[in-house]
């Protein structure tokens, strides 16, 4: 299994980025994604989960309306578009399969909003 996420960056404030996540080593489309987040000093937090087909979506509350997940099966990747990023977004980003009971991760991408 491998996750590779790529698209971050620095950013200002209320701008946008879009992140995305290359999956290889398994069936992509059978299984649920997610993005998480570490912020400096915190513990990592679940950002938001799409199902395998992308037909149920989940996101924390303080990021409804400004994040999007999305997955795109045919060319099995994973993608979350951040839009009027704020600074308390700066985080490093990862992207997370769950498979049989074990969890992989990606080597994560740096966000950083700041003007």
């Known amino acids: 299994v491998q996750l590779v996420e790529s698209g971050g960056g620095l950013v200002q404030p209320g701008g946008s980025l879009r992140l995305s996540c290359a999956a290889s080593?398994?069936?992509?489309?059978?299984?649920?994604m997610n993005w998480y987040r570490q912020a400096p000093g915190k513990e990592r937090e679940l950002v938001a989960t799409?199902?395998?087909?992308?037909?149920?979506?989940y996101y924390v509350d303080s990021l409804k309306g400004r994040f999007t997940i999305s997955r795109d099966n045919a060319k099995n990747t994973l993608y979350l578009q951040m839009n009027s990023l704020k600074p308390e977004d700066t985080a490093v980003y990862y992207c997370?399969?769950?498979?049989?009971?074990?969890?992989?991760w990606g080597q994560g991408t740096q966000v950083t909003v700041s003007s």
């Open positions: 997370n399969a769950r498979l049989g009971g074990l969890r992989y």
């Open positions: 080593g398994f069936t992509f489309s059978n299984y649920a």
């Open positions: 799409i199902t395998s087909a992308g037909s149920r979506i």
